[in-house]
Nanobody, 114 residues
Framework: QVQVAESGGGLVQAGGSLRLSCTVSGVARDNAMGWYRQAPGKQRELVATVTSAGTTNYADSMKGRFTISRDNSKNTIYLQMISLKPEDTAVYYC?????????WGQGTQVTVSS
């Protein structure tokens, strides 16, 4: 059974930082993984992805303030976010891609106050 668990969200002031974590169990450690977010009233959007080899890909709007990384020994990925803005407020979701399927976590809320 595949399980995806995000953590690290919370309330932060504008200009602050947060680091999100996502740990996956029930799958091999060589699957690509990614972060997405969904703001209120908006569609879910890509933040970044990372392969098991460490190759990263970012949505253009996320480059510069967001950094994705992974620890294969823990089957965990991270999202370091700096200089947060109120418009970064969203539920952040983690996904793991296994063959033709993807598995999602429940999400972690990030709220940035102005």
């Amino acid at each position: 059974q595949v399980q995806v668990a995000e953590s690290g969200g919370g309330l932060v002031q504008a200009g602050g930082s947060l680091r999100l974590s996502c740990t996956v169990s029930g799958v091999a450690r060589d699957n690509a993984m990614g972060w997405y977010r969904q703001a209120p009233g908006k569609q879910r959007e890509l933040v970044a992805t990372v392969t098991s080899a460490g190759t990263t890909n970012y949505a253009d709007s996320m480059k510069g303030r967001f950094t994705i990384s992974r620890d294969n020994s823990k089957n965990t990925i991270y999202l370091q976010m700096i200089s947060l803005k109120p418009e970064d407020t969203a539920v952040y979701y983690c996904a793991v891609y296994v063959g033709r399927r993807d598995y999602w976590g429940q999400g972690t809320q990030v709220t940035v106050s102005s």
